[in-house]
């Protein structure tokens, strides 16, 4: 494949390039959420139980049936529990629920999404920011597990405590990790760059985006107890460097073009 210059792309896109490649991994949680010794600060948690709970008692008033005795746990998870939080990491919010009522009211209908539907109509609603961070909500049924099938640490609200604590790396690790980091995020801005140089349409992109999304997802689950991997950290810094916003803008585009009407 030819090698393109720079200069011949887009600036949004050289500015991919100039900008330093490498993931940020901290010494100490989030000030802001955690304490000196590790526990959320209760006033946090006090709001996201708050919330937790409100978005409950908006499904219990569409008329699905889910009782406050079908809560198992509420926990948090995802980077903002960990050293590896950056200025995009939202407070991942989970909770773990009984959903066979609902599931038995609806047989045939995926869980998983008619929750998501449930949020996004809520969030409509709401602009909600907890120590400057945006809160992301998901309903888990209790039969993916304790844990709701997620990856890394977790601390639950209701318990007060650690389901699976972070663990620290070393600075050997982090080097190693940072070193793979740099080089897969590269390809992936190299191949970001062959989208925009060649115009690719909307199946194109839309394949390269599910591969990261999928590629990051595999890496997950194979890391269940330590989620900062090199493959994990690239997306990361793609997501911070705006490739995968752009990407998803452009499928979006792509994929409207014909349902549009210029006057």
């Not at 993931?23 to 600060?41: C, G, S, T």
């Not at 810094?237 to 014909?258: D, E, H, P, V």
Request: net charge positive; glycine share 4%; aromatic share 10%.
């Amino acid at each position: 494949m030819k090698k393109m210059k720079l200069k011949n792309l887009p600036a949004a896109v050289r500015r991919l390039f100039n900008r330093p490649r490498r993931f940020v991994y901290h010494r100490q949680l989030i000030p802001a959420i955690w304490d000196e010794n590790k526990r959320m600060r209760r006033l946090v948690s006090n709001a996201l139980q708050m919330l937790a709970w409100h978005y409950i008692a908006y499904i219990q008033n569409l008329g699905f049936p889910l009782n406050d005795s079908d809560i198992r746990d509420i926990f948090v998870h995802g980077s903002s529990t960990n050293y590896y939080y950056d200025d995009f990491s939202d407070i991942d919010l989970c909770i773990v629920a009984d959903l066979s009522k609902i599931q038995k009211m609806l047989p045939a209908t995926d869980m998983h999404a008619l929750m998501k539907s449930f949020l996004h109509s809520f969030l409509r609603n709401y602009r909600i920011r907890i120590c400057g961070r945006g809160v992301d909500i998901e309903v888990a049924d209790i039969t993916c597990g304790p844990t709701g099938n997620k990856v890394g640490s977790i601390y639950s609200l209701v318990r007060d405590t650690w389901l699976r604590a972070p663990r620290q790396l070393t600075d050997a690790q982090i080097h190693t990790i940072r070193r793979d980091a740099r080089q897969k995020y590269r390809q992936i801005a190299q191949e970001y760059q062959q989208i925009v140089r060649n115009g690719m349409q909307g199946d194109f992109v839309e394949t390269f985006l599910m591969r990261l999304i999928t590629e990051r997802r595999a890496d997950y689950c194979a890391n269940i107890e330590q989620p900062v991997t090199s493959v994990a950290m690239a997306f990361r810094m793609a997501r911070s460097r705006g490739i995968l916003r752009r990407l998803k803008q452009r499928a979006t585009q792509l994929r409207s073009q014909n349902f549009n009407i210029n006057t």
